[in-house]
Nanobody, 116 residues
Framework: QVQLVESGGGLVQAGGSLRLSCIAS????????LAWFRQAPGKAREFVAR????????YYADSVKGRFTISRYNANNTVYLQMNSLKVEDTAVYYC?????????WGQGTRVTVSS
């Protein structure tokens, strides 16, 4: 079982930056691939980025490639999402989860609003 708590969202102007944090706790947290997802108003939840636990290999959705950077620090079981050059279409609630997802791990998420 893994518990995940997201933070760091807020309101930012287009072109700005935010850094999201997700603290993972639980016996297997440091062994899991961790990922960020987002859900925009009226849309399905979508994958954003993930990072493996063993070799830190990273994968990104095409829509965020080159703008977002995922990182993790196993020492404190935290995964970050650095979001640069934000666009209005990045507005969403951002969630972290394992990858593949475990449906009982979804938390409250953190809201990101990008204004034009």
């Amino acid at each position: 079982q893994v518990q995940l708590v997201e933070s760091g969202g807020g309101l930012v102007q287009a072109g700005g930056s935010l850094r999201l944090s997700c603290i993972a706790s639980g016996r297997t947290a440091s062994e899991e691939t961790l990922a960020w997802f987002r859900q925009a108003p009226g849309k399905a939840r979508e994958f954003v980025a993930r990072v493996r636990a063993d070799d830190y290999t990273k994968y990104y959705a095409d829509s965020v490639k080159g703008r977002f950077t995922i990182s993790r620090y196993n020492a404190n079981n935290t995964v970050y999402l650095q979001m640069n050059s934000l666009k209005v279409e990045d507005t969403a609630v951002y969630y972290c989860n394992t990858y593949p997802v475990q449906y009982n791990y979804w938390g409250q998420g953190t809201r990101v609003t990008v204004s034009s």
